[in-house]
């Protein structure tokens, strides 16, 4: 996750001059089609949907929809961190929960990056990507996001 929010957190700062080139990539037609409100951080490359998580916006990039497609490794990432570190209160007993979960979510990970924010995630290959497996991996991590941030709050 670490990666895809470096990632996303650079291009966000060096694109500003290229958010006005236009994107023909095959990922773009399926983020437009989500019905979800979106932000472009750089063409074909890197977008931000702020309205399709129901866990609240925090520090950051919790709570935010990220979508990413690097070409090099013929990859598309969404995800999101559903808590910072600086918000995340660990214990044995949640990290046990968090790993239960991770077994019980089909096709989504969940984990602590290397900042030690709390995500959920799922990587797809571009190669065999089609729009309904697009549409369904974005509902699998908004759904899990919500999951993960229930056993957060309790």
């Known amino acids: 996750m670490k990666n895809l ?3 996303l957190l650079l291009f966000l700062v060096f694109s500003a001059p290229a958010l006005s ?3 023909i990539s095959k990922v773009q037609g399926f ?12 063409p074909c490359k890197a977008w931000v949907a702020a309205d399709a998580l129901a ?6 990039l919790s ?3 990220l979508i990413a497609q690097e070409d090099e490794s013929g990859l598309v990432g969404i995800g999101t ?3 910072s570190k600086a918000k995340l209160n660990l214990s044995a007993d949640l990290l046990l929960k968090l790993m239960r979960l991770n077994d019980e979510l089909d096709f989504v990970k969940v984990g602590i990056d290397r900042d030690g924010d709390l995500f959920v995630r799922t ?4 190669a065999s990507l089609t729009a309904e497996d697009f549409s369904a991996t974005v509902k699998s991590v908004v759904q899990a996001s919500t999951r993960v941030y229930a ?3 309790k």
């Open 63 to 65: 709570g935010l929809l």
């Open 151 to 153: 056993l957060v709050k």
């Open 5 to 7: 929010t470096n990632v």
């Open 81 to 83: 961190v559903v808590q």
């Open 21 to 23: 080139q236009e994107c």
């Open 31 to 42: 983020v437009d089609k989500t019905g979800y409100t979106i932000t472009l951080v750089k």
């Open 123 to 126: 990587e797809l290959r571009m």
């Open 55 to 60: 866990i609240p916006k925090g520090d950051g």
